[in-house]
């Protein structure tokens, strides 16, 4: 199973930006689908975003749909998470697993583990 790496997390400002990276690290990202999860302090892991790898289909939760972007770069092996318009409730781990499955309007995972995730804190 391939090892993913989290990274882009930090400190902004409500209103503030951050781009998030899923790389797959030593081998190649075979998989159909990348999803990333948000964990809010104290809460469980809730899907965010999904996209298909083959066909670049996207999913969003409603709360962040118009606000983050999930795009893709097979070339790299990588996943991307650009998050605007940054809201507090957005704070968080947020974590991307290949243990998931999507479409358009509906989302569904299957993780058995989760990687070390990236912290975002979005705060004045």
């Known amino acids: 199973q391939v090892r993913l790496v989290e990274s882009g997390g930090g400190l902004v400002q409500p209103g503030g930006s951050l781009r998030l990276s899923c790389a797959a690290s030593g081998s190649t990202l075979d998989a159909r689908f990348i999803g990333w999860f948000h964990q809010a302090p104290g809460k469980e892991h809730e899907g965010v975003s999904c996209?298909?790898?083959?066909?670049?289909?996207?999913y969003y939760r409603d709360p962040v749909k118009g606000r983050f972007s999930i795009s893709r770069d097979n070339a790299k092996n990588s996943v991307y998470l650009q998050m605007n318009n940054l809201k507090p409730e957005d704070t968080g781990i947020y974590y991307c697993s290949t243990e998931v499955t999507c479409g358009r309007t509906w989302f569904a995972e299957f993780v058995k583990a989760w990687g070390q995730g990236t912290q975002v804190t979005v705060s004045s």
């Open positions: 996209i298909s790898l083959s066909d670049g289909t996207t």
